[in-house]
């Protein structure tokens, strides 16, 4: 089953969000070996950061996106067994000893 998790900020007043910090460049690093041993488990599909803006679609038109104070900063998809086992990956994640949160979705199959 593919799981999608939404990956939210934590704290944005700790040092490890501060932009060129050496926090970041560290934080950065967790994140890079957190993804690389998903993917050498064979569980991680795809997954990247968000970049700052993009774009707001709705049937009114299109507008610039503007974060939110705890917007999200990036996703992954996993090939997992459950959801409870990608929660558990979750819990893992190197933003959540920081205040960040984690949304955990199970994604449907669309016939082709």
Known sequence: MNVMLL????????TVYAPDSAG?????????????????????VSGLPFTEGG???SRD???EFHKGARDFS??????????????EIARTAPH?????TTQVRPCVGVPR
Do not use: C, N
């Not at 990956?7 to 700790?14: E, I, K, M, T, Y």
């Open 7 to 14: 990956f939210a900020g934590g704290d944005p007043g700790l």
């Open 24 to 44: 970041k460049m560290q934080q950065m690093k967790r994140w890079g070996d957190w993804t690389a041993g998903l993917a050498k488990r064979g569980i991680l």
């Open 55 to 57: 774009m707001v679609v």
């Open 61 to 63: 038109g299109i507008a």
């Open 74 to 87: 990036g996703y992954a998809i996993l090939e997992v067994p459950t959801v409870q086992e990608a929660a």
């Open 96 to 100: 959540i000893v920081f205040g960040g």
